[in-house]
């Protein structure tokens, strides 16, 4: 098994571990956090089974999910979570998903982050094309994936179930062609 270490300007990444629960429930957990999300704030238990799965799948092989920690690169603790799940049927073709705790909204982070999650797919894993979705009111995962060379696609309705209805997703997504690292 490859552990995964992407070092940035500003964060990184690396996997997850049990070390990280605690830091991981202040984002999967905080009700602000997961305002977008299409699930409710996690429970601590519900936050240790996804770490547990996050463990398990990288020792899987082919791997085709990596739920990353991302770190702030000068203090070194957990900041957020980021993931990206390759498609068995297509593994040319990854989606990626990304959180960050509210203390770090609004510094460019995010940005950050998905540059750092394209260059990982790009170059360490050779994919072709990396795509996500996120709430339509959610602005700033929209002004993130755009300034970080993503390309808005259009909508698809209903697209996911959440606490309180459907919710549409608006997909964005990156080609290895046309992305140029800035």
């Not at 040319?92 to 510094?107: D, K, M």
């Not at 982070?109 to 750092?116: A, N, W």
């Not at 072709?128 to 959610?138: D, Q």
Request: with cysteine; glycine share 10%.
């Amino acid at each position: 098994m490859r552990r995964v270490v992407c070092e940035g300007e500003r964060v990184c990444l690396r996997d997850v571990t049990e070390a990280d629960i605690a830091a991981l429930h202040g984002v999967y957990g905080h009700p602000v956090a997961t305002q977008h999300a299409p699930f409710a704030p996690r429970s601590l238990q519900e936050v240790t089974g996804l770490v547990e799965e996050a463990v398990r799948a990288a020792a899987a092989e082919p791997r085709l999910l990596y739920v990353l920690a991302v770190l702030d690169a000068g203090r070194r603790d957990v900041v957020g979570v980021a993931r990206l799940r390759i498609e068995a049927e297509l593994p040319h073709s990854a989606e990626i998903g990304f959180g960050l705790h509210p203390e770090q909204w609004g510094r460019g982070i995010g940005t950050d982050l998905v540059r750092l999650l394209l260059s990982f797919g790009f170059k360490q894993l050779g994919l072709h094309r990396i795509w996500g979705a996120r709430s339509p009111a959610n602005l700033p995962a929209q002004l993130a994936m755009l300034t970080a060379g993503m390309v808005e696609e259009g909508r698809i309705r209903h697209h996911l179930p959440t606490p309180n209805g459907w919710r549409d997703s608006i997909v964005h997504s990156a080609l290895e062609d046309e992305w140029v690292e800035r």
